[in-house]
């Protein structure tokens, strides 16, 4: 397909005679509306409300704001017209029946970085479609706890300057951009690729004192630039919206970790796998990139909840491997031995 193509048009010519991918593209439509909806929400920011406003929570530091439960709202009304039989949201304790009998699953986080709400930061939200289990608990949450790597399609929505939708269906990565005149999201890159290498990487620094000893190296490495063993210098960003980091490792390549850490309810991570780490995962796969716990690969993880949280490192796949390769040995030069590390014996 060629630029320009509206999305509507691609998944036609994609799901062209096959009835399952048929109904993957309506359901994708149906997400892509939603997120119309919501972007015009987002743009008239507080003009529509007090759209900050808390409204609950899902634990510490993590706030669940007006305008999460106004795009779980919208995502739900929208997927009541595709063939989905249950949607999990991160603003639902369980699993949504919409429909029984039907194909689909999707799982989704309506609103992803709503602690920049109010600051005006981009902001998005990620899906991801599943094939429903024939029979049996086919509405239930234990129909979600499939690994990422069964995903049909997957996604994210981003409202910044532009509203962009990043997709996958298993055929490359694809962004299409909204003509804010007429509503359409037409494809703007295809087949989009993370560069293998980078000299860019996005953590929250404030937890380094927090952070095991994989993750605080490798960061330290990349601090010391040319003086360091990497011999080069790095940029630091963090934007505290992974949809926005997502979005720019997916541009021009990078790398973003979101570790586990020491603080209480943060040894297994935050970020969410079934809604937000897969899909995620699968999109920077698909563009030639890679997304690892540090331990193994993401899309490998079998579900034991549907809200159970992750560590998540992804972007340029030279620089995940790297990360990898410190969490298998964290001490490969000499100055590194653990006798004089953070936590060494000479540490207190």
Known sequence: MSEGTTLENHLAAWASRDLRRSQVAVTLIAVADACRKISELVGAGPLAGSLGAIRGSHGVGDDQKELDLLANHILLQALRKAPVAAVASE????????????PLLVAIDPLDGSSNIDANVSIGT??????????????????????????????????GPQTALALTAGHGTHIFTMDRLTGDFRLTAARVRVPRKTREFAINA???????????????????GTDGPRGEDFNMRWIASMVAEAHRVISRGGIYLYPGDLRDGYTQGRLRLVYEANPVAWLIEQAEGAASTGLMRILDITPE???????????????VDRVCRYHRDPYPLGERSPLFGHRGLFRS
């Open 206 to 224: 404030s937890n380094r004192r927090h952070w095991d000893d994989p993750i605080r190296i490798y960061v330290d490495d990349c601090l010391k």
């Open 126 to 159: 990620i899906f991801s479609i599943l094939p429903a289990p024939d029979g049996g608990d086919a509405l239930g949450s234990r129909a979600f706890l499939q690994p990422g790597d069964r995903q049909l399609a997957a996604g994210y929505a981003i409202y």
């Open 305 to 319: 909840s549907i809200h159970q949280r992750v560590p998540l490192i992804f972007g340029s796949r030279d620089e």
């Open 91 to 102: 603003e639902l304790d369980e699993a949504v029946p919409l429909e029984p009998g039907a």
